[in-house]
């Protein structure tokens, strides 16, 4: 009898433990099944998507959404458009945020959506935008970011950067990273394009202290871009210190480089500047990346002399690269070298293309070195044509002058008595 009682006692609290689990589901899932971040989704156990998946079938709603994205994402469950937008759909009609977020995603085309049925650019982009909204008015904060997106000029969507501040905002204020970075590059575009000084100042100052919450999240673009903030004293008074702690914590050779190139927030080391520029240099990326402007740091360092010995056939070698990576500082000084005969064979077919080159890329200097070289006897002698050089003149200078270039407008004056 005595055993039988254990039994019962046992049977008892294994029914309470189903029942409180039952009861807790919810909890459960909202506390392993969680969809954001996306990185740490990816590292989830086998183990926590088994769970996710039962609770699924069982209608909990983070657990359905979790469900979705395995099948979006192929972990866990083989890669499959139809079922993930399936299961996120079922969570989504029932109100949840992070699902209707997710059908907006699949709609706007945030993520890849093959097999999904095209409705037209515009109906496909009114659908992703509902979903949206129901996402954002529910105070969910990535939805609030991706909503804000679609209103700061996507195709299909009425243009409304008001609108776009106030959701960033919303995001940035929950404390949600991608908010704050987004409201952060926001006042510093406008604060670029300003030309009131007091107001591009008053945005400067607003893109430093969200950048500067986005930092302390350990974002290390955000640690970057304040960093160069400090360093400029743009938004901030100007700290040098300050700029070499942030670019630390950012893991910015090249910033660092720089810093120490010029003795600024730290003691001048110019051998370690140019230890720092070559190890940017060595991991390599290419076009678009920190390689092209360590290796034109590193072209400085040679031509003056400075941590290494002076060698202007290096410093050349060194500009050669950075030019190829499409550094325009390093375009304009190869161009410059090519027109001046300085450590290479003076060659004016290859200044010009280097100036070109560089002028692409928003350099005003370079405009006014072609428009100069072509008012210049040498483009007549080449040319044989006095009107044509004179036009081309015109043209370059004008360029120039639209990049801002303090000498060109005089240069067209004279160009136009």
């Not at 990816?42 to 183990?47: G, L, T």
């Amino acid at each position: 009898m005595k055993l039988g009682l254990a039994m019962l006692a046992k049977i008892a609290a294994g029914l309470l433990a189903a029942l409180s689990l039952l009861a807790h589901g919810g909890d459960v899932a909202m506390k392993s099944c969680q969809t954001y971040p996306l990185d740490a989704f990816k590292q989830d156990s086998a183990e926590t998507r088994e769970q996710c998946r039962r609770l699924a079938d069982q209608g909990d709603l983070a657990a359905q959404t979790y469900v979705g994205l395995m099948y979006r994402e192929g972990l866990g469950a083989p890669k499959d458009y139809d079922e993930a937008m399936k299961w996120f759909r079922k969570a989504a009609k029932q109100g949840y945020a992070p699902a209707q977020a997710s059908v907006g995603e699949m709609y706007a085309g945030l993520v890849e959506r093959k097999n999904m049925p095209f409705l037209g650019h515009d109906k496909t982009m009114q659908e992703a935008m509902k979903w949206f909204k129901l996402a954002a008015e529910q105070g969910y904060a990535p939805a609030q970011v991706s909503l804000g997106r679609m209103y700061s000029g996507i195709s299909g969507v009425p243009t409304d950067k008001a609108e776009t501040m106030r959701l960033y905002r919303l995001a940035a204020e929950q404390g949600y990273l991608d908010g704050q970075i987004s409201l952060a590059n926001r006042y510093a575009e406008r604060a670029r394009y300003e030309k009131d000084e007091l107001e591009a100042a008053k945005s400067y100052a607003e893109a430093a202290r969200w950048y500067r919450k986005a930092a302390e999240q350990g974002d290390n673009l955000s640690q970057l871009k304040l960093g160069r903030m400090y360093a400029k004293g743009r938004g901030v008074e100007k700290d040098d210190v300050e700029a070499v702690k942030w670019f630390r914590l950012a893991g910015q050779e090249l910033e660092l480089g720089k810093m120490y190139a010029e003795g600024r927030g730290v003691k001048k080391d110019e051998a370690e500047a140019v230890r720092l520029f070559r190890s940017v240099d060595k991991k390599g990326g290419g076009i678009g990346t920190q390689q092209g402007d360590a290796q034109y740091e590193l072209s400085k360092m040679y031509a003056e002399g400075r941590g290494v010995k002076k060698d202007d056939t290096e410093a050349v070698k060194w500009l050669k690269l950075s030019a190829g990576n499409m550094n325009s500082s390093a375009q304009l000084e190869l161009g410059k070298r090519y027109a001046e005969g300085r450590g290479v064979e003076k060659d004016e077919d290859e200044a010009m293309k280097w100036y070109e080159k560089a002028s692409q890329e928003e350099s005003g200097t370079a405009a006014f070195e072609i428009g100069k070289w072509h008012a210049g006897e040498r483009c007549v002698e080449r040319i044989k044509s006095v009107r044509l050089c004179e036009d081309k003149a015109v043209w370059w200078y004008k360029e120039a002058a639209k990049k801002g270039h303090p000498e060109a407008k005089a240069a067209l004056q004279k160009m136009e008595k």
